[in-house]
């Protein structure tokens, strides 16, 4: 079935790198995509990769897929209290529209 | 500027009520979606709108109901048989699938009193 895994809560300190992690299931997943979201809030789309490629890089953030693993993660360098939030991980699934299939979220919490 | 936006941000509903979330885009999507997110979870999918005057079931339709009339709106109404309507709800638009990015409008708190 589908389905995409997170860890539920990671600790960093301000300056550090963090790396989120995520699995999925779906070996057809065309994108991945990282969402964040801050308090009450919606979602912000921080960055995706296309399922053909094994890195991305965009600033700060950078994208490293393992399609053999099925996993994906999320680099924030220089980690900074903006960056406190939770990040989505989610996939895209077959059928013809653009069905995304999210996990449970990662709450990021970054201190002095 | 271009968005999608929702409104009311915070709404309250009394039991055995129905209301109406609203949803609007300037983006020129075709495509539109609601989401629910209930705490500590993802956001499950209620319904989506290929193209005006056509929408689908998502995967927790049941209390839900939708319309597309134009293209840049897609009102959620939730109904009376949904039993357990508290939560956040997001409204998203994408260019038409597949492959395209999903984007959210800031989403709208439903409270049951």
């Known amino acids: 079935g589908e389905d995409v895994e997170q860890s539920l809560f990671l600790s960093v300190r301000e300056g550090d790198s963090s790396v989120i992690n995520c699995t999925y299931t779906d070996s057809s997943s065309t994108y991945l995509y990282w969402y964040k979201q801050e308090p009450g809030a919606g979602l912000q789309l921080l960055t995706y990769?296309?399922?053909?490629?094994d890195m991305k890089q965009d600033q700060r953030l950078t994208v490293l897929l393992n399609k053999k693993d099925k996993h994906l993660s999320l680099r924030i360098a220089d980690t900074q209290t903006g960056d406190s939030a939770i990040y989505f991980c989610?996939?895209?699934?077959?059928?013809?529209?653009?069905?995304?299939?999210f996990g449970a979220g990662t709450r990021l919490a970054v201190h002095p | 500027d271009g968005g999608i936006t929702q409104s009311p941000k915070y709404l309250f509903r009394k039991e055995g009520q129905n209301v109406t979330l609203s949803c609007e885009q300037n983006?020129?999507?075709?495509?539109m979606y609601w989401y629910r997110q209930d705490p500590g979870q993802g956001l499950r999918l209620i319904y989506y709108?290929?193209?005006?005057?056509?929408?689908q079931k998502g995967d927790i339709a049941e209390g839900y109901s939708v319309s597309r009339e134009k293209k840049e709106s897609f009102p959620l109404t939730v109904t009376s048989a949904q039993k357990n309507p508290t939560a956040f709800y997001l409204c998203a638009s994408s260019e038409a699938p597949p492959g395209n990015t999903i984007y959210f409008g800031e989403g709208s708190w439903l409270t049951v009193v």
């Open positions: 990769i296309f399922s053909n490629m």
């Open positions: 709108s290929q193209i005006v005057n056509d929408f």
């Open positions: 989610a996939e895209t699934v077959g059928g013809g529209y653009n069905k995304l299939i």
């Open positions: 983006l020129n999507h075709d495509a």
